[in-house]
């Protein structure tokens, strides 16, 4: 059975800095684009930053300059590291990746749990 697992999220005040991890694990034989979203309360989910197998990146202009994305292919992890935090910055942060199995079935949403990141004084 395929997860993701986020960590990394909690409190912190505005201008401060925290790293998120996605950590994948079952039986995967590739991850092709892995990607954070977050949704704020009473808004939708949205796109934070994704990054293709080979390196690609892409971020949300509201992140611009102050998110970088990254990811380790030999162990399956991705990371978000997030500096200058504003409060608008507030919000649960989900993992995303697109997943072939051994069987070649694709998965090409598979999603996290969530990770609750909150900026506040």
């Known amino acids: 059975q395929v997860q993701l697992v986020e960590s990394g999220g909690g409190l912190v005040q505005p201008g401060g800095s925290l790293r998120l991890s996605c950590a994948a694990s079952?039986?995967?034989?590739?991850?092709?684009?892995m990607g954070w979203y977050r949704q704020a309360p009473g808004k939708e989910r949205e796109l934070v930053a994704t990054i293709r197998s080979g390196g690609s990146t892409n971020y949300a202009d509201s992140v611009k300059g102050r998110f970088t994305i990254s990811r380790d292919n030999a162990n399956n992890m991705a990371y978000l590291q997030m500096n200058s935090l504003k409060h608008e910055d507030t919000a649960v942060y989900y993992c995303n990746a697109g997943i072939v199995l051994p069987s070649g079935i694709v998965l090409p949403q598979y999603w996290g749990q969530g990770t609750q990141v909150t900026v506040s004084s």
């Open positions: 079952g039986s995967i034989f590739r991850i092709n684009a």
